[in-house]
């Protein structure tokens, strides 16, 4: 296989891997529904995608780390946010270049220590970003509106959910978000849509309607019980556990007025992972 096309395997797969998935063509389903809601997003994406998987190429980070993809999530996150965040100019596809580069560089020092950091270092290059720029420069910053939902967006929150991962509010961008995962694993794709439904019901007495309908409630729940899908019932309780407590987390957050991204995502899949493998670990 020549060189261009393993890099550019590794690539998709690492757009994949935002959903926990290993797939070129789950990649392509990402890379469309971000573009029919916003093309400079799904450029944004691809862009900063290529620089994470050149930049550990570069490195020579681990060869089959690199083609799995584990270079390019969080770089691509990163890259779509730094569009969402921050007004369009030169200066911001030069922003999406280095955040791709130092979460990459982030990735790696989490993966060398065996640390499952997931999107972390996305959110913590996110987050230096836009409260650097909060508090130094906030006009760099594009204003942001209020997501107006429609009568009916009520009823398909759940598939907003998905879409919501890649911060997309459009629902065909969910449902193509969520073709690409059925497509690599059906149960990863239904215990998705159980988790975004879960957290988006119960989230309905402590939220706002309009953040429910918006799937802002569900999309860290999606990626939780993503993690945990199998076809055990053990599998459900831990999935059900991490979708609870990362509603939990989002709404602390929100009320503190931090930005969440995914973090309510990271930290509950990394506390529900410690008490499974505890309890794994404990004599029966």
């Not at 799995?68 to 921050?86: N, Q």
């Not at 209020?146 to 629902?171: C, R, T």
């Not at 019901?201 to 409630?217: Q, W």
């Not at 945990?228 to 957050?253: D, E, P, T, Y």
Request: charged letters at 5%; aromatic letters at 14%.
């Amino acid at each position: 296989m020549n060189n261009l096309k393993l890099f550019s395997i590794a690539s998709l797969n690492g757009v994949s891997q935002i959903m926990l998935q290993e797939n070129s063509v789950t990649g392509i389903f990402f890379l469309v529904g971000i573009a029919i809601s916003s093309l400079n997003m799904a450029l944004a994406a691809l862009l900063a995608t290529i620089v994470g998987t050149a930049t550990a190429y570069l490195f020579k980070y681990n060869f089959e780390e690199i083609q799995k993809g584990l270079y390019g999530f969080s770089a691509a996150l990163v890259g779509v946010a730094i569009v969402l965040f921050f007004k369009l100019t030169v200066a911001t596809w030069l922003l999406v270049i280095v955040g791709a580069a130092i979460a990459t560089i982030i990735q790696h020092f989490f993966i060398k220590r065996n640390i499952t950091a997931f999107t972390l270092p996305f959110v913590l290059v996110t987050w230096l970003f836009y409260y650097a720029a909060s508090f130094l420069h906030p006009t760099l910053l594009a204003s942001q509106f209020p997501l107006i939902p429609s009568e009916n967006d009520i009823y398909f929150f759940y598939i907003k959910g998905y879409g919501q991962v890649i911060f997309q509010a459009n629902i065909w961008s969910g449902v193509l978000f969520l073709l690409g995962v059925f497509f690599h694993s059906r149960i990863a794709a239904i215990y998705g849509l159980a988790g975004g439904a879960i957290a988006g019901l119960a989230a309905l007495p402590l939220a706002s309607s309009d953040a429910v309908a918006n799937g802002l409630l569900s999309y860290n729940a999606v990626l939780c019980a993503i993690v945990f899908a199998g076809v055990k019932f053990k599998n459900c309780l831990w999935a059900f556990i991490s979708v609870v407590l990362s509603l939990v987390i989002i709404l602390l957050l929100q009320n503190l007025n931090i930005l969440a991204l995914t973090f309510p995502f990271v930290a509950a899949s990394f506390l529900t992972l410690k008490i499974k493998n505890r309890n794994q670990a404990s004599p029966l």
